[in-house]
């Protein structure tokens, strides 16, 4: 057997170990209840309806300092952590948790944590955002039970039952991925352009940060498109937050969100830019 398919058969051998390990899939799940609807399908042909009404949130969010003492009612919070949860994610996973903090004394302590910040001390809603590295594997197998066409193609199943598994097992001490590493370099120099997989806990990290992180925009322009205001956060004691919002080891606060009304003076200076031709590349 080639080098190639002794580290393919090993990386098999793992995903069926952690098959059997995964408790969290799943079980007589009706796809159905779970596809999403979107209210109105924007197309090419009626996108003028619904840009200026984007354009207005987009541009008018800001990150605001001070909030009134006007209340975002839980129902209001509910349907800006569903459209937050709309966001897209890597192969579907999720990785994603958001902490609503409304116990007083763990809200002081947060506030403290915060740094005193003004975003923090006035908002009406005080909001971590976690990137979870542990639900990579039961998200992957309750993908296929969740799939709305069951059972699911072939070509989904082999997906989240091998490559999937195969991209994120790393084996105890991470063993597993000097073999990886030899894979993805034979395969780049003889087969085709491969993506490098996760090595370690922190390219772990990194990849659920990069989902989380698109699902905190879409949670700020809900609450603007509410007529809310908020302000992402990240000047704060993660170790210390961790602690009082009881998260281990593989939950990783990515920004502290403050959210409520803007008040007078929230925002403290006009909003700039610098020339799109920094950021700007045509190749």
Known sequence: MSLVGKIGQSLDAQAKKLLQRATGAAQNVDPSQHVLKAEAEVTRKNYEKFLPQFKAVAESRR???????????????DACLDLAMRAPSSSNLQPWQFVVIESTVLRQEAIKLCMNQNAAKTSNRLIAVVARTDTWLEHTFSMLDYWPVQPPPAIVKNYYERLVPA???????????????VGVSLSRRFSAPT??????????????????????????????????????????????????????????????????ERAEGGVYHDQFRFERERFIKVV
């Open 63 to 77: 990150s605001v300092k001070r909030f009134t003492d006007a209340v975002i009612t839980d129902e209001v919070l």
């Open 167 to 181: 991209e994120f097992t790393t084996g105890p001490l991470n063993v597993l991925s000097p073999l990886k590493k």
């Open 195 to 260: 993506p490098a997989p996760s090595y370690s806990e922190n390219d772990r990290k990194i990849w659920a940060i990069k989902s989380t992180c698109l699902a905190a925009q879409n949670l700020m322009l809900a609450f603007k498109a509410h007529g809310f205001d908020s302000c992402p956060m990240g000047g704060f004691e993660e170790a210390g937050m961790k602690k009082i919002l009881g998260l281990g080891s593989h939950q990783h606060i990515t920004m502290m969100i403050g959210a409520g």
